[in-house]
């Protein structure tokens, strides 16, 4: 694994507003930066992240199966009580998930480190997915990659027949997400797209517009049932408001299911670490409340069991003399656990971290971002990859 730097195409923004891809800038800074490129070897790839991702998700679905058996830990997880029979049964029922994103910090150097897992709604899809491609294609063609230049990315395909799965015999499907948030609205567009791809009959529609009929199931404003939803929607806020409590008993298929609620939380992390301790890919973790943090000592990361971009996670490394780095946020209400510190990699002022993406149980492919601070947020920038031939 290496950075080299690039050119940039003149009209690479052009390119992204034409094929929608209009968050190429936020907050008056660009998120996509294609000055620079990682470079990974073949085999790299296929041992050193895409075995140990495939590794990492058997691992938590070993943890999915311990959890939903556990109301203990459900309850330490935050997960509320009114739930905990539901998990257990989505997940005896096999319900189907579509996708989800480990962080991975990796520098090309010993094993990759899994820093948490994103199972429900994380974004930063189509750009992985899709618009990296196009550059990497792009540049080919442009004679600034060799002919033989490939990606890790397969997740796209993926997608598609994962999509073509969840629809279901009705081939109809829903999405809905807060679609006042460009973000967003990007990745449901993009997933609309797959399901039309995949011979889906889609509809978008918000969030606050998804009822509820005497039976039980979702419904849309026109009162049309749902078969299946697609909700890019966080699963911990849902069954916390009064629409939740409908989740247990609708026959419309959620996507993704209530058994997710297991691995969209930072506990996931000292479950893993206590089922399969000592594994390489893993970090030590514990709840907070648990005597064996002092074996973190001084170096350890702090976070919130539910929270997302990086809100309200502490890095502690007094060992260092570095003393402490705080994120800002709304989160922490329902607990912490610590994680040992294992800072991600540098790449000369840029902190760079993996994402390695799960599409219907199958490593897909990975996105990287890269962030002026050891903490990756909403205002990281995304940079392609390329695997030389």
Known sequence: MKRVVMNERPGWKADAESCGFTIHSMYGQRYWDERHAYVFSLEEVETKLEDPT????EMCYAAVERISLDGELMRRMAIPRVYHDAVLRSWRNREHDLYGRFDLSYDGNGPAKLLEFNADTPTSLFESAVFQWRWLEDMKQRGELPPSADQFNSVHERL??????LAGPSRRIHFAGMLESEEDLVTLNYLVDCAVQAGCKTKLIAMPDVGVDDKHWLIDLQDQRID????????EDMVREPFGRHLPLTPTRVVEPLWKLTLSNKGLLPVL???FPGHENLLPAYFE????VSDLGDRYVRKPLLSREGANVTLVNHEAGAGTYHVEGPYGEEGYIRQALHLLPRFGEDWTVIGS???AGQPAGIGIREDDTPVTRDTSRFVPHYIEG
């Open 54 to 57: 495939a590794a990492l998700l």
């Open 160 to 165: 598609v027949d994962a999509i073509r799965i």
């Open 228 to 235: 299946c939803i697609f909700k890019l929607y966080p699963l």
């Open 273 to 275: 670490w206590d089922m």
């Open 289 to 292: 409340d648990d005597p064996r």
């Open 357 to 359: 993406w799960i599409v």
